[in-house]
């Protein structure tokens, strides 16, 4: 005699309930997962397009007389992904001895990020285009 089977089965969104396979003891299958995007926002492809695209700045650091060198070299190396300590030192060089110099050049949403974060670390910092208009 057949046993009915009228128990509820609890799943998690992420599964799929596969009728053909309930009398062979399985059933459940893995949902795929779909990536979606908000209405509004954009995804990560499209960001990384317009930051390609859009035009590069410049980002300044300017001489100040409160920071020590070695504090500003430390800085540098933790904001600038990929900044080498020479790179550093010789930027944080140019500053001091001319009164600025350019750390980097990258599209404006990132170029707007390592200056607000060196501006957080007490360095004074600026951004221009790097084409030369202001």
């Known amino acids: 005699?057949?046993?009915?089977?009228?128990?509820?089965?609890?799943?998690?969104?992420?599964h799929l309930l596969n009728a053909a396979d309930l009398g062979k003891g399985g059933g459940l299958l893995e949902r795929p997962t779909i990536e979606t995007t908000t209405p509004g926002r954009e995804s990560e492809f499209d960001l990384r397009r317009s930051r390609k695209t859009s035009p590069p700045y410049r980002v300044l650091l300017h001489n100040d007389n409160y920071n020590k060198r070695e504090y500003v070299v430390q800085v540098l190396m933790k904001v600038i992904p990929g900044m080498t300590l020479d790179n550093a030192v010789n930027i944080m060089q140019e500053a001091h001895y001319n009164g600025m110099s350019v750390v980097i050049i990258c599209a404006q949403v990132d170029a707007e990020e390592h200056c607000t974060q060196l501006r957080g670390n007490g360095l004074l910092s600026s951004m221009e285009p790097a084409d030369g208009a202001c």
């Open 1 to 14: 005699m057949e046993a009915a089977f009228c128990s509820r089965l609890a799943l998690s969104p992420n």
